[in-house]
């Protein structure tokens, strides 16, 4: 699993780059604002069909472009493959193509390129609120799980519609008719987000636990809760029945929705906590010790997918190192054996030994 090949046009700051990375490990230098997370957010916008930097795709095309182009020619299930985006400033729907066939959903790319991202913000995801914590589990899900990228996609816009209803319906109180298509189809799609989740999660704990375990030197544990809908005491439960208990949740919640103009009840409020020797890593772990739970579930990411698919996903590290002391440094560079790995820095100190050196400089690359 690598990418060999990538080119891109009136992507953020590159007008116009093609760049051939090596089979290991890929070191991406330059100062400051000269684009070495924007190579990252290619390659994992055509991992996912998503940015991890925005929501607005408008964003990733190069200012006064019309459009952006992003392609690449990488090795997955054992063949030659090509990825191909084009996105477009008149907001236009983007064009997904794998091998030059158009695709329909991002789910029709996801799962041909796995990738796990690490940048700076997710080290301090664990204290964060439940938002990033959701985005965590969505992203690797998705390229698992190709289902669960189209229920997500559907709920989400059930999810904003609903909203929109709740937010107008005094001004227009027919809108209120609508809400119980919209609760039956979101309380459906729900019970699979629930579903996907909560498996998910549990194999991420197991895995995360034997990383940080090793991290620790033994002296601490690890656990990951999944915290859904309040109602729902067991989300291993079968999909007809989460979405019973979803209805029921929703129908308890009717009034206080009206009153308050917002949707108050679905996975859309999802969370898990982490626990370290079982006291919640958001009020009391320290720096270091949120530090090495994030990082072990990081590498529990990677181990996943690579469970799922055979084939090691590529490893992005957005300035990840820079941010680590000398020994967490050493446990991160001791896992980059194996597989496609890209990291950006400003110096490449100790790391210049582990690979190929990419020079960026205002868009370019040398």
């Known amino acids: 699993m690598q990418i060999n090949r990538l080119c891109l046009r009136n992507f953020r700051n590159y007008a116009d780059a093609e760049i051939r990375f090596v089979s ?3 070191l991406l230098v330059g100062g400051n604002a000269n684009g070495k997370t924007n190579l990252l957010e290619a390659v994992s916008y055509l991992s996912t069909g998503r940015a991890f930097r925005t929501r607005k795709e408008q964003e990733l095309i190069r200012f006064d472009a019309e459009f952006a182009e992003l392609s690449a020619e990488i090795t997955s299930q054992e063949r030659e493959q090509t990825l191909r985006a084009l996105l477009f400033a008149d907001r236009r729907p983007r064009r997904l193509f794998l091998n030059g066939v158009k695709q329909k959903t991002a789910a029709g790319i996801v799962g041909v390129l796995p990738s796990v991202l690490f940048c700076p913000e997710d080290l301090l995801v664990l204290k964060k609120g439940a938002q990033p914590r959701r985005k965590l589990l969505d992203n690797v899900i998705c390229q698992i799980r190709p289902n669960y990228e189209a229920a997500l996609t559907e709920y989400q816009r059930l999810l904003e519609q ?4 709740l937010r107008d319906w005094r001004d227009c109180p027919s809108l209120r008719e609508v809400l119980p298509e919209y609760n039956t189809r979101m309380a459906q799609v729900g019970a699979l987000v629930i579903s996907y989740r909560a498996r998910y999660l549990k194999a991420l704990s197991e895995c995360a636990a034997a990383f940080h ?5 033994g002296a601490e544990a690890l656990t990951l809760e999944y915290k859904t809908v309040s109602n729902i005491d067991d989300p291993f439960a079968p999909p007809e029945r989460l979405r019973e208990l979803l209805a029921e949740h929703q129908a308890a919640h009717e009034r206080a929705e009206l009153e308050s103009g917002q949707c108050l009840s679905g ?6 906590e982490a626990r370290v020797n079982n006291l919640p890593v958001a009020q009391f772990a320290s720096q270091g010790q949120t530090r090495t739970a994030t990082i072990s579930i ?3 990411e990677r181990e996943l997918l690579k469970r799922d698919s055979g084939e090691e996903p590529i490893l992005l590290l957005d300035d990840v ?3 680590l002391d000398a020994g967490r440094q050493d446990f991160v560079l001791n896992q980059l054996k194996s597989g496609q790995v890209f990291i950006t820095c400003c110096e490449t100190d ?8 990419f020079r960026i400089e205002n868009g370019s690359v040398k």
Do not use: Y
């Open 24 to 26: 290991g490990v890929n």
């Open 162 to 165: 609903k909203s929109t209803v």
């Open 213 to 217: 375990r090793e991290f620790s030197g």
């Open 267 to 272: 996975p859309h409020k999802d969370d898990f």
């Open 298 to 300: 990081k590498l529990a």
């Open 321 to 323: 190192l820079s941010e």
């Open 350 to 357: 100790r790391l210049t030994s582990l690979g190929q050196v």
